[in-house]
């Protein structure tokens, strides 16, 4: 089982930037998606960014043009660089994997970017954004 450790969060002013590292345990990194997830006090979890086993990527609306989304295979890590933050962008991040899926012919996949399509998370870190 993949083990998920992030790290990076802190608290920094608006218009700051942070960059977010999620390590992950095992040999098994280039066969799982992965993805980062945000919570805020009183909110629902929700997706923030994607990335696929194939290097597509997939940012939600509210964070596009600011928040890049990267992964090393090679150090096992997912990457989060989040540039021009808002005090709206403070919340736990998670960073989420699950294993590649099989269509029924064979092609693997990724899952979008939703929540219940995720099985293995980590702890979090809290990111802070003052005004």
């Known amino acids: 089982q993949v083990q998920l450790v992030e790290s990076g969060g802190g608290s920094v002013q608006a218009g700051g930037s942070l960059r977010l590292s999620c390590a992950a345990s095992g040999d098994t990194m280039g066969r799982i998606c992965m993805a980062w997830f945000r919570q805020a006090p009183g909110k629902e979890r929700e997706g923030v960014a994607a990335?696929?086993?194939?290097?597509?990527?997939a940012i939600a609306d509210s964070v596009m043009g600011r928040f890049t989304i990267s992964r090393d295979n090679a150090k096992a890590t997912l990457y989060l660089a989040m540039n021009s933050l808002k005090p709206e962008d403070s919340a736990m991040y998670y960073c989420a994997a699950v294993p590649r899926r099989a269509t029924a012919y064979g092609a693997w996949y990724c899952p979008q970017l939703r929540e219940p399509d995720y099985n293995i998370w980590g702890q979090g870190t809290q990111v802070t954004v003052s005004s």
């Open positions: 990335h696929d086993i194939f290097g597509n990527t």
